[in-house]
């Protein structure tokens, strides 16, 4: 969770900022900070959506990623989970 807001909105903001203090020219294109910061939300919910177990196995199930595994013990049925 450092390295999507470290490089997604210190970065671009430091490389804006720190050459006109030391008199130096850097050309940096004008349209990749606000991009970076309008996409910084929606990559901070994935590295979460991801990141968290409960949360990925949540979403594996709601796009149908993940289907338990039926296993058959005797009289009874068992179902485990089967990331296939």
């Given amino acids: 969770q450092f390295s999507v807001p470290f490089f997604v909105m210190y970065v671009p903001v430091l490389i804006a900022i720190i050459p006109p203090i030391f008199h130096t020219a850097f050309s940096f ?8 910061f309008s996409l910084y939300p929606s990559l901070d919910a994935l590295v979460i ?23 058959v013990t005797g009289h009874t049925t068992m179902f485990t989970a089967n990331s296939n």
């Fill in 49 to 71: 959506l991801f990141g968290v177990h409960d949360y990925r196995m949540a979403a594996l199930r709601m796009f149908g990623c993940f289907r338990p595994k039926q296993l």
């Fill in 29 to 36: 294109p004008d349209y990749i900070e606000p991009t970076l």
